[in-house]
């Protein structure tokens, strides 16, 4: 199977439409190595015993892929993708950055069948050619879904500008021009393909917005503009200082899309599978949510335990009851992705898809508390992460030694920890990575609020309603 390195070189190769700093960069630039290397951590795992058996598929034309190119086929596929997930984040300390692509791939399978059926269109033709590649390639991809927007109140068709929202502008005999952005893609600039999907639900008239295909990263007409952020370390390393996350703002000018590598053209009568698009990717993106966001609520418990260790509070009430509030964020949204994949249902393409209400309520869940969680992680370790003396300064040779006297805690724990420990926290609480992570712990994967549209669009609220009417003793007339 492919290794690490193998896909780094591949990336380092690709043509340089990264930007960042009003520059173009190449792919081996210093700032994008934290996700390219939690990339290829995905692909050199196979050879791990712990990992093994989770990421390795058997397949009849491969003999094995990644399960990170998986087409889930079961229950089964479902609950190892949920614990992959949550096995990766613990090594990584925060996103793994593979669901998107997988995610998008699952929800592709789903629409090209249903679309291909009801058009006559070769969309499901080309998306198992595509696939093919994907996995005998070990293919490491993104999913740009989120387009710009404009302005909230309107519509895409009721835009001031058009190209607000992802639109086809021309059709060819061999294929599309698209124009367009989305915003809030997260690893585009370390994937080698970057797979497009509607945004929402779309009207008759708003056809030209329904397209789905993949790209390349480095396509013709296609530029991300990047931000890219990082845990600095100066005098130590540590695993969590190899975490990193790359953002990215897409702009498609007037990009030439070839019919093999379309699988919704914006035709006539195609806005409806632009608006199940979205929502299956939502869909299998929120479950994919109930693996990682388990492991982000963990890792905020573990240092949280470990903080009141340090400072010798960790048998306190208080703290005991935090560490239990945490511990049932966690492990309820995991229980949730447990449920889904439980009660998934089989499509006619073959896909597995969860069950959306247990997807979303996790989702809900997971993203309502994430706040919450580093309040408590702030509340248990003090205003020291906001204040750590630098690196340079901890272990300078004049101020050095009486900081360390200063900052120890519990006798029997060295500075250099407590302040290794501190300095973990400041990265968590006081960062800018530490920021850009506590509002993807909000918004990504969808809103709190689009988890209650999904939630009550799915959930049997008139059931309940006659539940009242029978246990109050009403009856219809």
Known sequence: MRTGNEYLQKLYQMKPNVIIGGKKVKRDDPRLQAVAKTMALTLDKVEDPEFRDLLIVDSKKYGTINRFTHIHQSVDDLLKKQELTRKFCRQTGGCVFRCMGIDAMNAMSIITHRAEAMTGQPYNQ?????????????????????????????????????????????????????????????AAAVAEEIIVTPTRMLTPEEDQYAVAFAVPGDWDGVQLVTRASSHKREQFSCPMGEFGDVENFIIFDDAFIPNERVFLSGGKGEHAFGGWAALLFALFHRHSYTGCKPAS?????????????????????????????????????????????????????????????????????????YYHELEILSDLAGGLPATLPLEEDFYDENIGPLIQKYIKRKEDVPAEDVYKLYRALSDMLCSSIGGVVAVAGLHGGGSPQMEDVAILKQYDVELRKKIAKYLAGITDT
């Open 297 to 369: 609520s963990e890792i905020i418990l573990g240092f949280s335990a470990l903080v009141s260790e340090y400072n010798g509070i960790e048998d306190k009430k208080h703290v005991q009851s935090k560490l239990a509030d945490l511990i049932s964020v966690s492990e309820l949204v995991y229980a949730a992705g447990i449920a889904a994949a439980h009660k998934a249902s089989k499509d006619d393409s073959g896909t597995m898809i969860p069950d959306p209400v247990f997807c979303n309520v996790g989702r809900k869940h997971a993203g309502k508390n």
């Open 126 to 186: 080309r998306f198992l050619k595509y696939l093919d590649y994907w996995q005998e390639n070990s293919i490491i991809g993104s999913c740009a879904q989120t387009d710009v927007k404009g302005n909230r109140s309107l519509r895409p068709s009721e835009q001031a500008d058009p190209d607000l929202y992802l639109r086809v502008i021309e059709h060819r005999d061999d294929g599309i021009v698209v124009r367009g952005a989305k915003n809030h893609i997260t």
